[in-house]
């Protein structure tokens, strides 16, 4: 399985970007696929989750009403967009496939068996 990411940039705050996440590989008809982040001398920390047959959605308190996550089952991507951004939502954002899929544990990055390589979002003041 191969994730790769894409979308990320310089943006100013209060500005808007779209994350997306494409894999390829073995398919999976149930799994969790995620977005996570990790700052500058910071642990990875979670964003938001998909689980791909229902479409259940989670997110961080952090990123809750500003961030929406979905997915494309056709064409095998998940995507973040991100709105009203922060200097502190900067970081490496990366996406992850949760294999085998467990929606308790969908905040845990230990949970996740693939990752993708990240893309930064910098966030300006």
């Known amino acids: 399985v191969q994730l790769q990411a894409s979308g990320g940039g310089l943006v100013q705050a209060g500005g808007s970007l779209r994350l997306s996440c494409a894999a390829s590989?073995?398919?999976?008809?149930?799994?969790?696929m995620g977005w996570f982040r990790q700052a500058p001398g910071k642990e990875r920390e979670f964003v938001a989750a998909i689980a791909w047959s229902g479409g259940n959605t989670k997110y961080a308190d952090s990123v809750e009403g500003r961030f929406t996550i979905s997915r494309d089952r056709a064409a095998n991507t998940v995507d973040l967009h991100v709105n009203t951004l922060k200097p502190e939502d900067t970081g490496v954002y990366y996406c992850?496939?949760?294999?085998?899929?467990?929606?308790?544990?969908?905040?845990?990055?230990?949970?996740?068996?693939?990752w993708g390589q990240g893309t930064l979002v910098t966030v300006s003041s």
């Open positions: 590989g073995r398919t999976f008809s149930s799994r969790v």
């Open positions: 992850g496939l949760q294999d085998p899929a467990n929606w308790g544990s969908a905040e845990n990055p230990s949970w996740y068996s693939y």
